[in-house]
Antibody, heavy 118, light 107 residues
Framework: QVQLVESGGGVVQPGRSLRLSCEAS????????MHWVRQAPGKGLEWVAV????????NYADSVKGRFTISRDNSKNTLYLQVDSLRTDDTAVYYC???????????WGQGTLVTVSS | DIQLTQSPSFLSASVGDRVTITCRAS??????LAWYQQKPGNAPKLLIY???TLQSGVPSRFSGSGSGTEFTLTISSLQPEDFATYYC?????????FGGGTRVEIK
């Protein structure tokens, strides 16, 4: 079935880096733009980044621009988020999500928790 | 960035109640609005897209309306499984945004 599975979260000190992965199954990743969305503990949803079908174009929320990099390997059906220069306010569950065109996100992963703490 | 303001942020209701949640956009987003339901520990679930189209498999007691800057999500008869947090989401601009959420709790 159509599924997204994130991995790579963990506990990390401020200023360090992580690479999050999102493996897609049940559909062809190269047919879709893909997004990352995060949710801080007890807070709402925050859109983070998007990468277009071929990975040649991306866009970021102002809060992460210059520190996070979204990428994809369509041959591996996998989406990535490189998170650098982490801050305590980056602590969140990070979800990858598949868009239904411009109509909403119809498939979400289960999320991976990133905790930034000294 | 386009701001989305949801109201109320919290509501207490009983099973069988009709519930309406409002989402206001800071500028015209046409019908590029989606609604999600999220239960604790779970990812959001798409309920409504294009402001008023019910996602496949979603019960018909959920409905959406609006265009431009004002949108509503209505649950016609609240069921026990509907107690959750609801978010609106605009996909009009290249920088996507979500509303702050509405938590629906049992009265």
């Amino acid at each position: 079935q159509v599924q997204l599975v994130e991995s790579g979260g963990g506990v990390v000190q401020p200023g360090r880096s992580l690479r999050l992965s999102c493996e897609a199954s049940g559909f062809t990743l190269s047919h879709y733009a893909m997004h990352w969305v995060r949710q801080a503990p007890g807070k709402g949803l925050e859109w983070v980044a998007v990468t277009m079908y071929d990975g040649r174009n991306e866009n970021y929320a102002d809060s992460v621009k210059g520190r996070f990099t979204i990428s994809r390997d369509n041959s591996k059906n996998t989406l990535y988020l490189q998170v650098d220069s982490l801050r305590t306010d980056d602590t969140a569950v990070y979800y990858c999500a598949r868009p239904l065109g411009k109509r909403g996100f119809d498939v979400w992963g289960q999320g991976t928790l990133v905790t930034v703490s000294s | 960035d386009i701001q989305l303001t949801q109201s109320p942020s919290f509501l207490s209701a009983s099973v069988g109640d009709r519930v309406t949640i409002t989402c206001r956009a800071s500028q015209d987003i046409s019908s590029y609005l989606a609604w999600y339901q999220q239960k604790p520990g779970n990812a959001p679930k798409l309920l409504i897209y294009a402001a008023s189209t019910l996602q496949s498999g979603v019960p018909s007691r959920f409905s959406g309306s609006g265009s431009g800057t004002e949108f509503t999500l209505t649950i016609s008869s609240l069921q026990p499984e509907d107690f959750a947090t609801y978010y609106c989401h605009q996909l009009s601009s290249y920088w996507l945004t979500f509303g702050g959420g509405t938590r629906v709790e049992i009265k």
